[in-house]
């Protein structure tokens, strides 16, 4: 079991920058078992998958629409997931979620089903 806790969402205009930050109450041993992803969800759409990486490194994967505006990256000693934000556009206002899987067969995956523990969301609003 892993509880995570979002935060860093914030109103900003748009061409602004925020960063959010998903911190994982796991045993730093067990930080490495899991892959981690954003996702954001507008009112009235369907959650999203924003960008997926494993906790020990690698590749990372990222929505198109959010490709070179966006980067996942963590910091493996305070077990936790960030996402920079950059150039934000109206379109990016969402409740943003931070999420985690165990199946390794899935890692880096942009799907919402594939993951298995989420956090409570933290609110990203961009305005024009």
């Known amino acids: 079991q892993v509880q995570l806790v979002e935060s860093g969402g914030g109103s900003v205009q748009a061409g602004g920058s925020l960063r959010l930050s998903c911190v994982a109450s796991?045993?730093?041993?067990?930080?490495?078992?899991?892959?981690m992803g954003w996702f954001r969800q507008a009112p009235g759409k369907e959650r999203e998958g924003v960008a997926a990486?494993?906790?020990?490194?690698?590749?990372?994967n990222y929505a198109d629409s959010v490709k070179g505006r966006f980067t996942i990256s963590q910091d493996n000693a305070k077990n936790t997931l960030y996402l920079q934000m950059n150039s934000l556009k109206p379109e990016d206002t969402a409740m943003y979620y931070c999420?985690?899987?165990?199946?390794?067969?899935?890692?880096?995956?942009?799907?919402?089903?594939?993951?298995?523990?989420w956090g409570q969301g933290t609110q990203v609003t961009v305005s024009s």
């Open positions: 990486a494993y906790t020990g490194g690698g590749s990372t």
């Open positions: 999420a985690a899987l165990r199946d390794g067969r899935y890692c880096r995956s942009l799907h919402s089903v594939d993951y298995n523990y």
């Open positions: 796991v045993y730093t041993y067990s930080w490495y078992s899991y892959c």
